[in-house]
Every structure is written in structure tokens, then in C-alpha cells.
């Protein structure tokens, strides 16, 4: 009698973790690109958004920073809540209101229901940040299979920041509601993902809730209070309330850090002159990288007349050189130094913003879309070096407090980007005056971070 070759307990677990670690990988995956595209993706539809629902630029600003604000307010607790119940069940709760706040925003009826939503997704985009890379960490053991799958993982970033332009530009021409709708089955993929991975470990972790509380009074206050002031001036009794509410938050929430027992930031982190550095140019470069395609936006289109589409193509080659390039970053890094790539890259970012802020008005799009990829090649140059000069710049032990400080600073570069830039354009010396002052206030920063930048110090982690 034949009988079958049986399957060993062994294999059949070894193929039942790749099953898992596989499901894990992709539900990430999926999670990081629902994050960026909505990053991305509403710039391009904002004027439509605009003519929809009604409203100025004011009321448009908060449909971009309500993500943004929450997001980063946000984000460095956010971690804590994943230790907390579990990397699974955060990402899966995080990905479920993501996409309940994703139709509401489809549905909205109102520009104050579509900022609402917009609040709420970046809430749970901050929920889904961490959770999303403490999976890949648990399903990936391995070092080197880890590495591969956090490049795995980047690449959903990158694939959605390079074709959200265009992606929005196309379902904008349907109907700007589909900017939103377009997250539904991809949540529902997620979650089924989700369903197949393994559980997560949980722990009890301290919570820093005067920390998390003063943070989103202070960033929340600065957002207003800049954004507000393009339509009421900066001496408008609730703009200079608001400033008041923001600087007594910050003072309240660094003295919470520097006091507290387990504070969110602590503040011992800036004692590294790496740490504050790379911290300066994350903020730096995104103010330059997050507020020109608002501003190019609006412009293109109601400026120079340009469809949404258009628009979004305009933008592709600035995306897609930063996507192919990317990957060599590391090799260029090591043949040239991470310092010096750095400030190349954010002098060729401070100089493509000049050139923009000088140009004609009557300039060909195709030049200006040209013109663009300056700021495009800074993404690969600047990125992926200052990150990892900050990680081996902090211990082992710290290097989840680093990440959420750093990218922390990053989000508020592009809320304050977008508050500040959008205050500009409301003003009475008109649309393409507060551009220019936009663009040139990006490259002024980008050109300080800039000089700052050769004082990184490159090292092994201690």
C-alpha cells in the first residue's frame, strides 16, 4: 500500500509564519500608501473642492492641515497605543476609522463636515503609522529579511506620493469625492489582511497625557493663528489669543517633558547636536516639499486655467525622479557622505524654489513642471541620508522616540507650510505676490538647514 508523504508539523508552521508575515508585510504596505496618498491627493482637487462646497482659501487650508495637524499632534503617542492593545488591533482600528472618516469626507455636505473628516483621518493615520512598522518588526525577526521588508514597505510611500497628482487629477475629473472613496476597498483589503496575521503582543506602557494634551493645544493654536490671520490680520484679537493659547501650550508641554517620568519628547534627546540638526532639516525640507504643491496648485488652476489632470501631470516628473532615485540614495551616500548629499540636496531645493519664485508669470507649464524636479531631486538627496544619520545617532533603545520626534517635525513643517503660505495668498496685494513671498520663505529655510546641515556628525549607533 502507497501511503501520502506526510507534512511535518515544522514545515507546515514555517509556511503558516511566511502566510502570516506575508498577509503582515501587505497590510502594511497597503496602510502607508492610504497615509501618504491622502497627504498628497488633496491638493490637486482643492479648487474643485472650492467650487463645490464654497469657501476661500481659509476654509481649504483647514480641508489639508486638519490631516496634518492630527497626524502629527498626534503621532508621537501614538506608539504607546500600540504597545498598549497591540500592533494588530491598532492598525486594524486605525485602518477601520480611516475609512469610515474616508466616506464621511465623500459624503460631505459642507466644508466644515469635509475638514471634520479630514481631522479625524489624520487621527487615525497617526494610529497606523507605528502600528504598521511594529508588524513588520514582529513578522520579521530576521535583520535582513526585516530590511527588505521596510524597502518594501518605503516603496508604498513612494509609489503613492509619485502617482497621487495624477491619481487625483483623474478621479478628480469624476468627481472630487472619489479622492476619498477610492480608500474603502483598500481598507477592506487591509483589514482582510490584517485578519490573517498573526496576534501581536501587548504591554502596559505610561501614557504621557498632559504631554499629548498641551501638544495639541500648542500646534492646534499656532495652525489657527496663522491661518486665520490671512483673512483677519495678524492683529485680529482671536489671532493674537490664539498665538497666546499656543506659546502658553508649548511652555506647559516642554515643561511636562522636562519634568515628567516618561514624557513623550524627552527632551535629553536634543542634547545630541545630530539630533537637533536632523530634526531642523526634516522640518525644513518639508516646509519646501509639502507647501509647493499647495501653492502650485491653486495656481495652475486658477491662474493659468489648468484642469485637474493637468495639473497633476505637471507634477509628475518632480514625484517620479524622487521614486527612481530613491533607491541609489545609500550608494551615493557612502561614495559622497550623508552630510554632504544632504546639503546638496537641500541647495538644489532652496535654488529650484527662487527660480520658481522669480519666474514670469506668463512662464510655459511644461518649464515650470521642469523647473519643479529641483525640488524633486531633493527627496532621495535629503530624506533617506538625514534618517539614517539620526539612527545611529541615538541608541538602540530609543530609536522609536527618535522616529516619532522626526517625523513629528516634519508634519508641523507642512501644517505651519500650508497655514502660513495659504495666509499669504488671501492677502490684499493678491495671488501671485503671496506666492512668490511663499516660495521665497521655502528656500530661505531650506537654504538655512542648508548651512546647519554639514554639522551632522555620521556615526555608529552607541
Known amino acids: 500500500m502507497i501511503t501520502s508523504p506526510s507534512v511535518s508539523p515544522i514545515t507546515a508552521g514555517a509556511a503558516r509564519s511566511r502566510a502570516q508575515a506575508g498577509a503582515t508585510l501587505a497590510a502594511a504596505v497597503l496602510a502607508f500608501f492610504v497615509i501618504t ?30 490631516y496634518t495637524l492630527m497626524f502629527a499632534a498626534l503621532l508621537l503617542s501614538a506608539g504607546s497605543l500600540s504597545d498598549r492593545i497591540g500592533a494588530r488591533r491598532a492598525l486594524a482600528i486605525g485602518v477601520a476609522v480611516f475609512a469610515v472618516a474616508s466616506a464621511a469626507c465623500g459624503l460631505a455636505p459642507s466644508l466644515g463636515v469635509l475638514a471634520a473628516g479630514r481631522f479625524v483621518q489624520g487621527s487615525a493615520a497617526a494610529v497606523m503609522m507605528p502600528a504598521s512598522m511594529a508588524l513588520i518588526g514582529q513578522a520579521y525577526p530576521d535583520a ?3 530590511a527588505r521588508a521596510v524597502a518594501i514597505w518605503a516603496m508604498g510611500g513612494a509609489v503613492a506620493s509619485s502617482s497621487g497628482p495624477v491619481l487625483g487629477g483623474l478621479l478628480t475629473g469624476l468627481s472630487w469625492r472619489w479622492i476619498f472613496f477610492v480608500n474603502l476597498p483598500v481598507g477592506a483589503v487591509a483589514l482582510v489582511l490584517l485578519a490573517h496575521a498573526a496576534r501581536s ?9 498632559t504631554g499629548q494634551v498641551t501638544a495639541v493645544a500648542a500646534m492646534g493654536g499656532l495652525t489657527y493663528a496663522a491661518i486665520q490671520a ?41 542634547r545630541s547636536r545630530t539630533v537637533t540638526i536632523s530634526v531642523a532639516v526634516g522640518f525644513a525640507f518639508i516646509v519646501g516639499y509639502y507647501g509647493l504643491p499647495f501653492v502650485i496648485s491653486l495656481y495652475l488652476q486658477q491662474m493659468r486655467g489648468l484642469s485637474a489632470l493637468a495639473t497633476g501631470a505637471a507634477f509628475l516628473p518632480m514625484m517620479l525622479i524622487g521614486a527612481v532615485l530613491t533607491p541609489f540614495s545609500t550608494r551615493l551616500a557612502e ?17 529650484g524654489l527662487v527660480i520658481l519664485a522669480l519666474t514670469p508669470v506668463s512662464t510655459p507649464v511644461w518649464a515650470v513642471a521642469a523647473l519643479m524636479v529641483l525640488i524633486g531631486l531633493a527627496g532621495p538627496l535629503v530624506m533617506p541620508p ?11 533603545h530609543r530609536v522609536g522616540v527618535a522616529s516619532g520626534v522626526f517625523n513629528t517635525s516634519r508634519q508641523i513643517g507642512g501644517a505651519l507650510a500650508v497655514a502660513v503660505f495659504g495666509a499669504l495668498l488671501a ?12 516660495l521665497l520663505i521655502a528656500a530661505a529655510v531650506a537654504l538655512a538647514a542648508a548651512v546647519i546641515s554639514p554639522a551632522l556628525t555620521p556615526a555608529s549607533r552607541p
Open 427 to 438: 492677502q490684499p496685494a493678491g495671488f501671485h505676490t503671496g506666492m512668490r513671498i511663499s
Open 230 to 270: 490671512g483673512t483677519d490680520g495678524f492683529g485680529a484679537p482671536r489671532v493674537m489669543t490664539a498665538f497666546a493659547v499656543a506659546v502658553v501650550a508649548l511652555a506647559a508641554f516642554l515643561a511636562a517633558q522636562a519634568r515628567g517620568s516618561h514624557p513623550m519628547m524627552p527632551l535629553d534627546l536634543f
Open 335 to 351: 561614495r559622497i557622505g550623508a552630510c554632504s548629499l544632504v546639503t546638496v540636496g537641500l541647495a538644489l531645493m532652496s535654488a
Open 201 to 209: 503582543p501587548h504591554r502596559r506602557v505610561p501614557f504621557d497625557w
Open 144 to 146: 535582513q529579511r526585516r
Open 386 to 396: 538625514v534618517t539614517a544619520v539620526l539612527l545611529n545617532a541615538v541608541p538602540a
Open 37 to 66: 496618498f491622502d497627504a498628497v491627493v488633496v491638493n490637486v482637487a482643492l479648487p474643485s473642492i472650492g467650487g463645490d462646497l464654497g469657501g476661500g482659501i481659509t476654509s481649504l487650508q483647514w480641508v489639508v492641515d486638519g
